[in-house]
């Protein structure tokens, strides 16, 4: 009998399970799904096709040694990229428990009792010992998926654990994007502490040469108060900028999950810094590029498997319980001739009443793919805005850090006739403090301006997928 189990085993098998989930249609892109890229192509170089190393890509983009070694320090350490990681194996770990459930589990037993029966109950009048041994296989409580129910539940689990991966994709280009913003900040506030303190030691002289002049009776005490004024001035710059950069390595630091390393080398100013223009895709590509579009499409693709499960709910079940095996009041007879033993124990649930909860199943797996659809759009809608607006604006940026330093180089002539006019007695110090204050105001906004279009293409690299 041990031998019929293998041919019933496959038999088993070999039943092939009907899908009662709806055939999946990919969504319509939401109509205007595109972009219009006003930067001229030398500046936004396009492509035919998709990025397919994230490493190569990195490197392409993020040329900065420095930076580099800090993306790679991030990729090894940070703590919410091991989570994602870990995510993505308990998903999976999930799909593989969802498809062993297609396969009958093949249990083995060996067992063996004995039991003493008093003499008024033995029914021969004196005490009897009876002993019982059995050995067998078999399956138990293997469901038969006539209606796909269990397939379901396992395309929805695989579509959830590929959805995760595209998630744990998403953190580590968010990851890249942060540490090279993180990055870029801190230079900017690095370069912007040294404009403050070379500030604060050209105010520091012009004071002494100010109370110089007021000793001699040839300068004022407005004069001096103004130079006074302008000192302080540069001395709050001096530290606000100071606490902005180690605000910025902690920050830094906690991104890379380790201190950052000692003997980094920083670039001066973001002048130094080189971050290239990541190619632009086209629209159709950045739907098969973007990991959060993937994501959501994974996630409809399960709502959709999960209509299937659902629906096969409610029709009835078939769980079989089977063994075969041999049964001997001995152990030395037990694999003797004769002893061998069978079980066949099939059970069918027809579901009857619930009270509709079945059916109420089903229109909530339906509105989950319908919020599945509409989550998909908005990503997509969410995805190319995010590209239209990182391509468009940087011609805008370009033409700003023009017209910046233009005007930083008006402010440096600026000072320096006030500094003659003053210095000849034709203007007051009114009027080198005011160029001294607008030359300053200048740099400063060039180094904001100059992060901002550097942010913005670490925006692009992560709107267009890392790729």
């Known amino acids: 009998m041990i031998s019929r189990l293998p041919s019933l085993g496959a038999a088993v098998l070999l039943l092939s399970a009907c899908s009662l989930a709806p055939q999946y249609q990919q969504p319509a892109t939401p109509a205007g799904a595109t972009w ?22 990195r490197d392409t983009v993020f040329t900065d040694p420095a930076l580099q070694r800090l993306i790679a320090l991030a990729l090894d350490n940070n703590r919410d990229l091991r989570l994602a990681a870990l995510n993505v194996q308990a998903f999976e770990a999930q799909y593989r428990i969802s498809r062993a459930a297609l396969v009958p589990t093949l249990d083995a037993s060996l067992a063996g009792s004995r039991q003493r029966l008093p003499a008024d109950l033995s029914g021969t ?14 399956l138990s409580a293997y469901e038969l998926d006539f209606f796909g129910r269990i397939r379901s539940l396992k395309d929805q689990a695989l579509e959830q654990y590929l959805a995760e991966q595209e998630n744990r994709r998403s953190a580590q280009i968010g990851l890249v994007s942060a540490v090279a913003s993180a990055y870029l900040t801190l230079v900017a506030d690095r370069e912007l502490l040294q404009l403050s303190s070379s500030t604060l030691h050209s105010e520091l002289q012009s004071l002494a040469l100010i109370e110089q002049k007021q000793r001699l009776g040839v300068a004022s005490e407005l004069e001096l108060a103004q130079s006074r004024i302008t000192v302080e001035a540069a001395r709050a710059s001096e530290a606000l900028y100071q606490r902005q950069v180690i605000r910025d390595g902690n920050a830094l630091a906690q991104l890379l999950g380790t201190p950052v390393p000692l003997d980094l080398a920083f670039p001066a100013s973001l002048t130094e810094v080189r971050i290239a223009a990541t190619p632009a895709l086209a629209p159709s590509q950045l739907l098969q590029q973007r990991p959060d579009i993937l994501a959501a499409e994974h996630q409809l693709r399960a709502a959709n498997a999960s209509i299937g499960a659902a629906r096969a709910a409610l029709f009835p079940s078939i769980s079989l319980t ?76 370009e033409r700003q850090l023009a017209a910046q330093d233009a005007q930083v180089d008006a402010g440096e002539r600026y000072l320096q006739l006030a500094d003659q006019r003053f210095e000849q007695g034709v203007d007051s110090y009114l009027t080198r ?10 740099r400063q906004q060039r180094v904001s301006t100059r992060l901002a279009e550097l942010n913005n293409r670490i925006s692009l690299y992560k709107a267009l997928g890392g790729g």
Do not use: C, H, K, M
């Open 36 to 57: 219009q890229v006003d930067t001229p192509q030398a500046e936004v170089p396009q492509r035919d096709t998709v990025f397919t190393d994230p490493a190569l890509q």
């Open 322 to 397: 089977t063994s075969a095996g041999s049964l001997s009041p001995d152990l030395g007879g037990l694999f003797a001739g004769g002893s061998g033993t069978w079980l066949l124990a099939p059970v069918l649930n027809l579901p009857l009443f619930d009270g509709g909860q079945r059916a109420a199943n089903v229109d909530v797996a339906r509105t989950g793919q319908e919020i599945a659809v509409v989550s998909y759009q908005q990503t997509i809608e969410t995805a190319f805005r995010e590209v239209a607006d990182s391509l468009n604006t940087q011609a805008q940026f």
């Open 125 to 138: 009048g004196s005490t009897a010992i009876s002993s019982q041994y059995s050995a067998g296989i078999g």
């Open 433 to 442: 403090l005011d160029a001294q204050r607008s030359l300053f105001s200048a």
